[in-house]
Nanobody, 123 residues
Framework: QLVESGGGLVQAGGSLRLSCAAS????????MGWFRRAPGKEREFVAA????????YYTDSVKGRFTISRDNTKNRVYLEMSSLKPEDTAVYYC??????????????????WGQGTQVTVSS
């Protein structure tokens, strides 16, 4: 089970920190990712991190603004979002992939998903 938290309403230019907590099993040996689904759009990749946390990968639109990190001692993954824009408004999902040495960017590579947390950025 993956459970996201930290979403909410923020003004453009603001910041939010999303958290993804794992329960029921450990995801320490999994690569982790964040995806989002904006209203009327398909779910898209945002960021991914290897199981060690050494390597990360971001979609171009969030580079320099978002940071993915993880704390394996707490079985948690984070997405630090800054300089938020109205186009970042979406439901954000965390996911776990068994290919722990990679930073997967496609949905089919991920086996476990959370329920999502809403992020709304007002202009």
């Amino acid at each position: 089970q993956l459970v996201e938290s930290g979403g909410g309403l923020v003004q453009a230019g603001g910041s939010l920190r999303l958290s993804c907590a794992a329960s029921g099993r450990t995801f320490v040996n999994f690569a982790m990712g964040w995806f989002r689904r904006a209203p009327g759009k398909e779910r898209e990749f945002v960021a991914a991190i290897t199981w060690t946390g050494v390597s990360t990968y971001y979609t171009d639109s969030v580079k320099g603004r978002f940071t993915i990190s993880r704390d394996n001692t707490k079985n948690r993954v984070y997405l630090e979002m800054s300089s938020l824009k109205p186009e970042d408004t979406a439901v954000y999902y965390c996911a776990a992939a068994a290919s722990r040495w990679n930073t997967p960017s496609t949905e089919h590579e991920y086996a476990y998903w959370g329920q999502g947390t809403q992020v709304t950025v007002s202009s």
